[in-house]
């Protein structure tokens, strides 16, 4: 029978660090070498996905490229931009829509209670080109978007509006390759649609921007992917403001900018109606064919992005909070994992870091975006996921939205 000073007792049951013993400490330790390994692979497995999802759109649905080769349709077309305080991009989106090859034109600007040189840069830029016209607007009611009472405006004031067959909305911080529109409504010709909208090729030019821009739209794309939103049936309805193409019929049909009252995105609730409508509706990739610089200070660029997700979002603070939890654990955490997976299950990281490779350069390839912006998304993903959050608490807390000149205050559902 072992003394007390027996250390028999000690070597059979050695302790381990933390004053338990080593078998507990081993199966500890196994388990969670084995939760690392799993989440892993479990991060490859969804980016794999990712990947087969964005290669699937891309096989499914034409870019806009594909119509520069179908004959134009002899349509005519009336383009409707509206500005507020555009001075800087005006000229460049002017310039643009002058080298367009579509003989069936007309370009409406309207120039929304503009305080800076918006009207002097804009007429410069014409050039006294006859097919564009000037719309200066003074005022916008309570109750209405200042972009969305522009537009009303000036499609109820413009007999080229009242004339055309088709109407094409864009944002004046936009720019396009000289046959976009040609091709815009050749692919609407050719597929029947009612509505067509291109997801603009973002440009990049600031730090921010090449953070957390390709993050940015991820979260659009999974909630809304192209395809759901392109399909003849069970739809998930989703528009781009940047550039909205309608057959004036079905414009007309679903109440056109005067039943947008009350709504900081037209273009959701322009595809959510004419989705209820029967209509149908496509949201094609522009391949560098329509360009966008969305904002030039990080301050509009957070105040916009929490914008648009409030509205995307439905205005619902419990899904604000989910994507961002979904984005920053799916692109930033579990990347990171598998990367520490290297260490002990080293088969398990690679899986997750192929993956997840797999998944970026699939992103990058079907939205055009550069590789040092891909390389950043884990970042852009935290900087994405801290601006949900705070969509989602400023919408809780109602506090006001300030866009294009006017201040909202939205309700949360």
């Known amino acids: 029978m072992p003394g007390p000073n027996d250390s028999r007792g000690a070597e059979a049951h050695p302790a381990g660090p933390l004053g338990g013993y080593a078998p507990g400490m081993e199966m500890l330790t196994a388990a969670l070498i084995w939760l690392l390994a799993m989440l892993s692979i479990g991060c490859g497995l969804y980016w794999l996905v990712v990947a087969g999802h964005v290669i699937h759109a891309r096989w499914v649905l034409p870019t806009l490229r594909k119509g520069l080769s179908l004959p134009a349709p002899e349509v005519p077309v009336?383009?409707?931009?509206p500005a507020h305080n555009e001075e800087g991009t005006i000229g460049k989106l002017v310039a643009s829509l002058r080298e367009q090859d579509y003989e069936h034109l007309h370009v409406l600007l309207a120039l929304d209670r503009c305080t800076d040189s918006t009207a002097q840069q804009a007429t410069d830029a014409i050039g006294g080109d006859s097919r564009f016209t000037v719309i200066e607007i003074d005022e916008c009611p309570d109750g209405w978007s200042g972009k969305v009472h522009a537009l009303w405006h000036t499609v109820q004031r413009a007999p080229q509006a009242q004339q055309a067959e088709a109407l094409l909305f864009i944002d004046a911080d936009t720019s396009m390759h000289p046959g976009c529109i040609r091709s815009a409504m050749a692919l609407m010709e050719q597929r029947g649609d009612d509505l067509l909208s291109v997801l603009s090729s973002l440009e990049v030019r600031s730090w921010y921007e090449m953070l957390s821009q390709a993050a940015a739209c991820f979260v659009l794309t999974v909630w809304y992917p192209p395809v759901r939103a392109s399909r003849e049936h069970r739809r998930r309805p989703f528009a781009n403001g940047q550039f909205l193409l309608f057959r004036r019929?079905?414009?007309?049909?679903?109440?056109?900018?005067?039943?947008?009252?009350?709504?900081?995105?037209?273009?959701?609730?322009?595809?959510?109606?004419?989705?209820?409508?029967?209509?149908?509706?496509?949201?094609?990739?522009?391949?560098?064919?329509?360009?966008?610089?969305?904002?030039?200070?990080?301050?509009?660029?957070s105040s916009g992005w929490r914008r648009i997700y409030v509205e995307c979002a439905k205005r619902k603070v419990s899904r604000l909070r989910a994507a961002a939890v979904r984005l920053i654990v799916t692109a930033a955490l579990l990347p990171a994992l598998a990367l520490a997976c290297l260490w002990v299950v080293p088969w398990a990281g690679w899986v997750g870091l192929a993956g997840f490779g797999v998944g970026l350069?699939?992103?990058?390839?079907?939205?055009?975006?550069?590789?040092?912006?891909?390389?950043?998304?884990?970042?852009?993903?935290?900087?994405?996921?801290?601006?949900?959050?705070?969509a989602a608490a400023n919408l809780k807390r109602r506090v006001p939205t300030r866009w294009g000149g006017n201040t909202y205050i939205r309700e949360p559902r």
Not at 362 to 390: C, D, E, N, T, Y
């Open 249 to 301: 019929s079905a414009y007309d049909t679903v109440g056109g900018h005067e039943s947008m009252v009350g709504h900081l995105l037209e273009d959701m609730e322009f595809a959510r109606r004419i989705d209820a409508s029967g209509l149908r509706t496509s949201v094609l990739f522009s391949a560098g064919l329509h360009k966008c610089r969305m904002y030039p200070t990080w301050d509009s660029y």
């Open 78 to 81: 009336c383009v409707i931009v």
């Open 361 to 390: 350069a699939a992103v990058a390839w079907g939205g055009g975006i550069s590789p040092l912006a891909i390389a950043a998304f884990p970042v852009g993903a935290l900087m994405m996921g801290q601006i949900l959050f705070s």
